[in-house]
């Protein structure tokens, strides 16, 4: 099961971030990634904090034949097609799609994710890894990932930490939680 997390805070050609994540949704599943469940949206605050308008953030449960790389290949064409820049780390942007977890692969070895993991929170502003890291090192810190993916897989369990998406949502503080409105 592949995991993924949409987010959008910049209209595009006229559309809110809603419509755009609606309209993305339908493009995936055009294009060949089998949707199995997909949570409902929701509004969190811009990260970091004052550096933008809210999001709309939202997750989706698919089933994936191909490889993780050719997911991630998808996954950027599809925000290219929605006129993602990359300019700017954890910047403003028009589209978001981040492959979350694929099963219960960790890639690309456990020694690369460690790593990724454990970078202090000023090394991630300014670096960006090479490669896909799966699962996603920072899903279990992000309650605008985790609130919604207990939407669409609340028993998915993580291959290195053994704690399911539910667990791992409810570790957060509350109002971290609370600051992942249900539209």
Known sequence: MALIALGANLPLHGKSP???LDAAILRLSESGLAIRARSRFYETACFPPGAGPDYVNAALAATWE???GDL???LHEVEAEFARARAVRWGMRTLDLDLIALGDRVLPDLATWTRWQGLP????MRQAPDRLILPHPRMQERAFVLVPLCDVAPDW???VLGR???AMAAARPEDERAGVKAL
């Not at 929170?121 to 991630?124: F, G, N, V």
């Open 157 to 159: 369990r993580h291959p």
């Open 66 to 68: 191909g490889s993780a």
């Open 121 to 124: 929170l000023a090394a991630q």
């Open 164 to 166: 399911t998406v539910l």
């Open 18 to 20: 809603k419509q755009t």
């Open 72 to 74: 991630l290949a998808l």
